[in-house]
């Protein structure tokens, strides 16, 4: 990719846009304030890019001192806000599982969709489920990134996913294969200007009237905000999410082909 000497701009910070993000920073302010001046540690449930990015506007407000989030591996996307005061006592709020398919041979082995809807289906809300990664030296295993307090009962109730049964087994880690986080093939392409239809268009491989099409239907957020316009722009780091299709980052912003086109990379989720 060829890239520009020129700073490429990057997305400000976006205010809490309804009521459940407001609640969200309420409630990161006030651990803050419980880990500062009661030396406690605190820590929340599993939190999206965007929930971060409250959650770290909410500690730079309440000037907590390097706030932590820890997903279980390098490159995690869901992941807890640690707030450990120097020299308290503090505990480890993620645990681990590993997930592994019973399946018959020539029987469809379950997915991401499956095990996060069995997990969710035993009465756990979203916020207690980290990442859930796909073994790629094993089809038939999934790993996942739980809270702590959360994976005995995982481990005990969860016996099937799809139509599959399955088994649950407590680990202490994630193998090492693992830890540098799922492989995702960076891909290249040009676009004829940074326009959200345009970039959604060069990643799902269609034309800009099909882009703005899933825009137009409320299939699309960035960063999990609605996408309200095909001609808003978008940045590098962007996440969009087009329901029913898939998640990708645009990872970068490069320079401008002989063409005029600008060149960026991606990869999907």
Known sequence: MAFSSDSVAVRGFIPPQ????????????ELCRVALHRGIPRYTGFLSDREQVLARAACH?????????????????????????????????????QLRALAAAGDNLPGHR??????????????????????????????????ADKQQLIAAELTSAGRCPVQAVLCERLPDHLLAGPERPLQEATVSSLRADAVLAAMLHTSRARAADYIAAGRVEINHLPLHAPHESVYADDIFTIRGVGRYRLAAIGGKSRKERVFISYFQY
């Open 114 to 147: 499956d095990y996060l809807g069995s997990i969710l289906g035993l009465g756990l809300d979203r916020a207690c489920v980290g990442d859930l990664l796909p073994d790629p030296q094993n089809p038939a295993v999934f790993y996942a990134v739980v809270l």
């Open 61 to 97: 407000r309440e000037a907590f001192p390097e706030p932590d989030f820890r997903g279980g591996y390098d490159g995690a996307e869901r992941r807890v806000l640690c707030l450990e005061p120097p020299d308290a006592w503090q505990e480890e709020p993620l645990a681990y599982l």
């Open 18 to 29: 309804n009521d459940e993000e407001r609640r969200l920073m309420r409630r990161v302010e």
